[in-house]
């Protein structure tokens, strides 16, 4: 059964501070791994990644992939108090039959991001 | 990027009424979206896909007629909620997939629905 596991769950940190959130995956057939951040509404797309190793960049989010350890992470640094979010992982569901389906999403728990000023 | 709007964006309604939610993609045409709810604290729970022409293919556990799906465009997409009961109280998000290339794809998320039933 594919498998999403984020962590931590949450994290209160200093505006200024760094911070590192991790997602490690178990999926029958990777496609791709998404991050989302997510306030009050509905989740808003920052990276999507394909490559091990390449990281993609965002301002003060960098995000890197390593598809031998199954894991990705998200570094926000100097972080504000509007970084205050939840963090959420996805990846593409495997379909039962065996096939692969773009569409559907396994989410993570999320990681709860608490900025203080 | 790509915009999609779900509307109406907050709802409360009565226990047994019907409440319909709909979800535009705006700029672009999807032929699959996606239907989530969200409990508090809680991350995104799939309910159903919603494929263009042709029937929802349903969760386990989400019951297809309490929870009923239309997707009779490439634009739009309809979530109505059955016989509302207050534990269907929650936040509903639709997302569209928006697909280039072989291997790559997005989904873009509507704002979502808060649905009270009181």
């Known amino acids: 059964e594919d498998k999403v596991v984020q962590s931590p769950l949450s994290l209160v940190v200093h505006e200024g501070d760094t911070v590192t959130l991790n997602c490690s995956y178990e999926v029958t057939n990777f496609r791709s791994l998404l991050w989302y951040k997510q306030e009050k509404k509905a989740p808003t797309f920052l990276f999507m990644l394909?490559?091990?190793?390449i990281e993609k960049k965002s301002g003060r989010l960098s995000s890197i992939l390593d598809k031998k350890e199954l894991f990705s992470i998200l570094n926000i640094t100097a972080t504000q108090t509007g970084d205050s979010a939840v963090y959420l992982c996805a990846l593409p569901l495997t379909t039962n039959a065996g096939g692969t389906s773009y569409g559907k999403l396994t989410f993570g728990q999320g990681t709860i991001l608490t900025v203080h000023p | 990027g790509a915009v999609v709007s779900q509307h109406p964006s907050r709802v409360i309604c009565k226990s047994g009424t019907s409440v319909k939610i709909e979800c535009r993609s705006l700029?672009?045409?999807?032929?699959?979206m996606f239907w989530y709810r969200q409990f508090p604290k809680k991350s995104l729970m799939l309910m159903a896909t919603?494929?263009?022409?042709?029937?929802?293919?349903?969760e386990q556990g989400v019951e297809k007629d309490k929870f009923l799906i239309n997707h009779a465009s490439l634009t739009l997409s309809t979530l109505t909620v059955t016989s509302a009961h207050p534990e269907d109280s929650s936040f509903y998000i639709c997302?569209?997939?928006?697909?280039?290339?072989?291997?790559?794809?997005?989904?873009?998320f509507g704002p979502g629905t808060r649905l009270t039933v009181t």
């Open positions: 997302s569209a997939r928006e697909e280039w290339g072989n291997s790559a794809y997005e989904q873009y």
């Open positions: 919603s494929n263009e022409g042709s029937k929802a293919t349903y």
């Open positions: 394909t490559s091990s190793g």
């Open positions: 700029d672009f045409q999807a032929t699959t």
